[in-house]
């Protein structure tokens, strides 16, 4: 499966954006879906996950409250939709999938990765 991510920009604090992740070349319904995101000069982080039917999520503490992780099978699309954002919460994001349908907080679990796209928060 082949993942593209897009959505980024630059937003002020305390805006909001919506990152979708769309995926194409077989079945998404099976996957487990998550975003990570990775700041200049740290490692990647996880994000948010969804599991291969939507009914099991997980976020980070950092944005539990503020982002939110959703599916649309019927569409191939995983997004995240992000509110009150914070300084600290630019980075590159990126979406990732593995099959099996249960998702994981580390990346290296992933065989799936889009492209990644930048999200600045300015004050």
Do not use: H
């Amino acid at each position: 499966v082949q993942l593209q991510a897009s959505g980024g920009g630059l937003v002020q604090a305390g805006g909001s954006l919506r990152l979708p992740c769309a995926a194409s070349g077989g079945s998404f319904s099976s996957y487990a879906a998550t975003w990570f995101r990775q700041a200049p000069g740290k490692e990647r982080e996880f994000v948010a996950s969804v599991n291969w039917s939507g009914s099991a999520t997980q976020y980070a503490d950092s944005v539990k409250g503020r982002f939110t992780i959703s599916r649309d099978d019927a569409k191939n699309t995983v997004s995240l939709q992000m509110n009150s954002l914070k300084l600290e919460d630019t980075a590159v994001y990126y979406c990732a999938a593995r099959s099996g349908g249960v998702a994981s907080m580390y990346s290296r679990n992933y065989a799936y990765w889009g492209q990644g796209t930048q999200v600045t928060v300015s004050s």
